[in-house]
């Protein structure tokens, strides 16, 4: 789960991670009255979407006035973003984050994240603040740090001297640095996170170091012990159908192609979308009803599936252990009569009671089209999808 920045600021004051002072607004008005107790003649007015990139896209703007002020963030609050992040439609800008404007010196990159390679949390470094660490990692990859963090003895001091000492800060510098560390540490365990970025990490004119920007990715899966994160989550943010799916136990993600898929189990689903490009179609979306679905599941599933306009065909791919062929048939009967679609559906069945459930879609009077395995759906799926 991500946050917004402002949102991912408040835990780093929480952790004593230096921010600037900033106040978030939902109006012209509000804006207006931050920047006045803010004081000052200079301000930022930055965009609220979990994207990156929304400097170069406009959502980071320098107001200088009060009108300023108010002519950016009308111009923002209401529309949506479009970086290199997001999908062609951008994120809704429901809010706006005023800061006074930071004289800076340096621009430095400092994150952490869970290494999968290692399975261990580490610290990524790099003199090249404010770009893309992806791009940075590609073209000059010697300007990155990477230093993992062994689990049983956490952070250590001779790691931030490490990365204090690459990044080229002085002594009151390197100091602050491993304060920082040490506090992004404890909050990096323990809220359970997944990455923590600050990109810039700036350091001021003063000399002192300060989070500029800052983005947090909740641990799924670890929500249920931190109920004041969960109330942290903007469901504006989020595709409508993966939000529709939370809502019902279902692993949905949109994907550009145009052959829906639904499959139980995350690995079978994964192989459904191989065998799809192989046979060269374009997968929907990628949609694990899990081991354990009911019928009504399967049809609000379908109902999903059917949502996306880029819709041309669906593949149903269901191995039945724990749940039951016939439940599956029952719910995909369900859903093609309450939504009246006319989409072209290939069903592959296979296991517990596969010989009822394909009696049910045989029975049911609609333009099911039936696969003796995988490869035949995929190929059924594929010409169905083309017309």
């Not at 706006?96 to 869970?114: D, F, G, K, M």
Request: glycine share 8%.
């Amino acid at each position: 789960m991500n946050i917004h920045e402002y949102q991912a600021k408040q835990l780093f004051s929480d952790y004593k991670i230096p921010v600037p002072i900033g106040y978030v607004a939902t109006n012209t008005d509000e804006a207006k009255q931050h920047a006045q107790n803010l004081g000052g003649d200079a301000w930022m007015v930055k965009a609220q979407v979990h994207a990156g990139g929304r400097g170069k896209a406009g959502g980071v703007k320098k107001a200088d006035s009060l009108e300023a002020i108010e002519n950016i963030t009308n111009r923002l609050i209401g529309t949506s973003l479009i970086t290199h992040q997001t999908s062609a439609n951008g994120q809704p800008i429901n809010r706006v984050l005023i800061e006074n404007v930071t004289a800076i010196a340096n621009e430095l990159y400092l994150s952490l994240l869970v290494d999968r390679a290692t399975t261990r949390v580490a610290i990524i470094a790099s003199l090249a603040g404010g770009m893309d660490i992806e791009q940075v990692a590609a073209t000059t990859p010697e300007q990155i740090i990477n230093i993992t963090i062994d689990p049983i003895v956490g952070i250590q001091a001779y790691q931030c001297r490490a990365i204090a000492f690459a990044l080229k800060l002085d002594a009151e510098q390197r100091k602050q640095l491993t304060i920082m560390l040490y506090n992004l540490y404890r909050l990096f365990i323990e809220k359970d996170l997944s990455l923590v970025e600050i990109n810039p990490l700036v350091i001021t004119q003063q000399g002192d170091l300060l989070a500029l920007d800052a983005k947090i990715s909740v641990e799924d899966n670890a929500l249920y012990r931190h109920k004041e994160l969960v109330n942290l989550y903007d469901s504006t943010q989020e595709d409508a159908k993966e939000y529709k799916a939370r809502q019902f136990d279902l692993n949905y993600i949109a994907l550009d192609g145009d052959i829906a898929c639904m499959v139980n189990g995350a690995g079978l689903a994964m192989a459904t979308m191989d065998i799809i490009k192989m046979h060269s179609g374009e997968p929907a979306n990628f949609l694990d009803v899990g081991g354990g679905t009911t019928a009504d599941k399967v049809t609000e599933a379908c109902k999903i599936i059917l949502s996306d306009s880029k819709v041309k065909s669906i593949l149903v791919n269901i191995f039945g252990g724990i749940v039951r062929c016939d439940l599956i048939a029952a719910g995909i009967i369900q859903a093609v009569r309450e939504t009246g679609t006319t989409l072209p559906i290939v069903v592959r069945l296979e296991g517990t009671n596969v010989n009822e459930g394909k009696e049910m879609l045989a029975q049911s009077g609609l333009t099911i089209i039936t696969a003796d395995n995988l490869d035949d759906g995929a190929k059924k799926a594929v010409l169905a999808a083309k017309g």
